[in-house]
């Protein structure tokens, strides 16, 4: 690889470094902590849930020993495997995403536990981050912790976009949908949250445990109509379910929510750093969704106009890319490698073809992006001007790659997968084209 290419890849790094910066809850989070109840009236009691969930306890942990020493803290941080940091008075459990397991059961449980022992004079700080739908598992009546695994990988498989498959996920939960505010009533409940959905909905950031519910039972089951497999009995369960609690319940009253970071105030940081190297920037926005390889052939459309008009421009966006596996194997199946971003990434190489001065980075902010869920997954992959080139070298088919889901075999052969490990924060998927004639297709890189 020439050196051009590589201080390609930097600059692609660092700009996906500045993003994740800006959500990192060591920024985000104190300045919106609440002060703590007075030593002599109630507990501080802390529950976080999501991937960022440990470090957001961690950074609370942090403040409130520095500005309120002597702090009685306590409570849980239920976060993925491979995302847990030292705290000191929380404990931190980590459970299985996307698909739930007997962890997250477990702490399900504990956590709705150390909710209904609130007092009305206790605090409940709420610290929420993306994942947190998965990792909460206490399903209603009816339906077994199987039953959730078995529809959520339909879920997962199906395309949908996040609202609708949050929208089930409330319905057949006891946790989720406003139900921890109502297991936390009449204590006070404080909610911080780190956006991952794009509009940065409150009941859709961890399916809202802690906020109404705007969606209603009825739609749960029209989602659950369309997907194929499925046994009865959990459509039984979820029509014989109550409904989610609706803005009207009177325990809302008690409970307070505000948003500490998104998914906005970090393209913003990342495109603040490419006009400081000399780059022109289009920001397409953090609530972009759809399937990856659609919204990768409609970026390669804005790079071909860019080019068309001579500009040295960086393309950044941010939300949820999906992909709909149809007869292939999901996530966690035997079948393709790779996740949404690594999707978007061979997508977009393939309907590039090889354009000359053209460099993209596609990562997931979490640092993993689809695969089996380990902390060494990789975040998203690289795409440079060569990467057609060199496939054609080593015979990689990449429209036959993209077929069969499998971007992260393609990618792992060029070694452009892009691995970071856990970031500790989750502001979904990011995603940076520079087009920049400086970089020519015409170097012969080796």
Not at 363 to 387: E, K, M, Q, R, S
């Amino acid at each position: 690889m020439t050196r051009a290419y590589q201080q390609t890849r930097a600059r692609l790094r660092r700009l996906y470094d500045a993003a994740v910066e800006a959500a990192l809850p060591a920024h985000c989070l104190p300045p919106h902590l609440p002060d703590p109840p007075k030593a002599d009236a109630g507990r501080l009691v802390i529950f976080a849930i999501g991937k960022a969930a440990a470090s957001m306890t961690a950074a609370a942990e942090d403040c409130y020993d520095r500005k309120f020493p002597g702090t009685h803290i306590e409570g849980m941080a239920l976060t993925r495997y491979g995302h847990g940091v030292p705290t000191r008075h929380v404990e931190v459990v980590e459970a299985a995403h996307p698909v739930p397991d007997e962890a997250g059961a477990a702490a399900s449980k504990r956590l709705m536990r150390m909710a209904e022992w609130l007092g009305p004079h206790d605090l409940a700080l709420v610290l929420l981050s993306g994942g947190g739908s998965a990792l909460t598992a206490l399903p209603v009546a009816g339906i077994s912790l199987a039953d959730e695994q078995l529809l959520t990988r339909a879920l997962v498989a199906s395309g949908l976009p996040i609202a609708d498959i949050n929208c089930v996920r409330k319905h057949i939960s006891r946790i989720k949908g406003g139900r921890l505010a109502e297991a936390m009533h009449p204590a006070r409940s404080v909610t911080l949250a780190i956006s991952d959905v794009a509009g940065d909905d409150p009941s859709t950031i961890a399916s809202g445990p802690t906020v109404p519910d705007t969606t209603a039972k009825a739609r749960a089951l029209t989602i659950l109509d369309e997907l194929a497999g499925l046994p009865p009995h959990i459509r039984a369960a979820l029509e014989a379910a109550p409904e989610t609690p609706k803005p009207d319940a009177e325990f809302f009253a008690h409970a307070t929510y505000k948003l500490v970071a998104s998914g906005s105030q970090s393209l913003i940081a990342a495109a603040r750093l490419a006009r400081s190297e000399g780059y022109e920037t289009l920001v397409l926005g953090d609530n972009i969704e759809g399937e990856a390889r659609v919204l990768a052939r409609e970026h390669a459309g804005l790079v071909r106009m860019a080019q068309g008009e001579g500009r040295k421009l960086a393309i950044i966006s941010g939300g949820e890319a999906g992909v709909t596996f149809g007869d292939a194997a999901p996530p966690g199946d035997v079948g393709g490698k790779g996740g949404p971003s690594q999707e978007y990434a061979l997508a977009l190489a393939v309907a590039l073809k090889g354009a000359p001065g053209v460099a993209a980075l596609a990562g997931d902010t979490d640092g993993i992006d689809g695969g089996a869920g380990a902390a060494t997954d990789p975040a998203g992959a690289f795409v440079l001007p060569d990467t057609a080139s060199r496939a054609d070298t080593l015979g990689l088919d990449a429209p036959g790659a993209l077929d069969r889901h499998d971007s992260g075999s393609f990618f792992a052969a060029l070694d452009d997968l892009f691995v970071t490990g856990p970031s500790y924060t989750n502001v979904n998927d990011f995603r940076v084209i520079l087009v920049d004639n400086e970089i020519s297709a015409e170097e012969n890189p080796s």
